[in-house]
């Protein structure tokens, strides 16, 4: 499986931005994906994920309320809704896939090139 992570961008607070994240190969239906982020200086951390048949979606409280996910197994994308963007937002984004239910980085097999998404006050 290959990832193309898009959507990016530099925003201001309280602003919205959709990511996106493409995968090629005809396995993304029985993936579980990923989506993390990076900011300078600080570990990768868990942001969301979302079940292979979307039906489960868990987010991390950090962003609980503001972000939501989805996906289209047609498509083979999944999206990364962010509403309300915050200033501590501001980070890389990577989506990944995983065959186990986790939210543990280690445990996804293959990862997107990242995002950027800038949150200016």
């Known amino acids: 499986v290959q990832l193309q992570a898009s959507g990016g961008g530099s925003v201001q607070a309280g602003d919205s931005l959709r990511l996106s994240c493409a995968a090629s190969?005809?396995?993304?239906?029985?993936?579980?994906m990923g989506w993390f982020r990076q900011a300078p200086g600080k570990e990768r951390q868990f942001v969301a994920r979302?079940?292979?048949?979307?039906?489960?979606?868990s987010i991390a409280d950090s962003v609980k309320g503001r972000f939501t996910l989805s996906r289209d197994n047609a498509k083979s994308t999944v999206y990364l809704q962010m509403n309300s963007l915050k200033p501590e937002d501001t980070a890389v984004y990577y989506c990944?896939?995983?065959?186990?239910?986790?939210?543990?980085?280690?445990?996804?097999?293959?990862w997107g090139q990242g995002t950027l998404v800038t949150v200016s006050s």
């Open positions: 190969g005809r396995t993304f239906g029985s993936y579980n």
């Open positions: 979302i079940s292979w048949s979307g039906t489960d979606t």
């Open positions: 990944a896939s995983a065959r186990q239910w986790t939210i543990r980085s280690s445990d996804y097999n293959y």
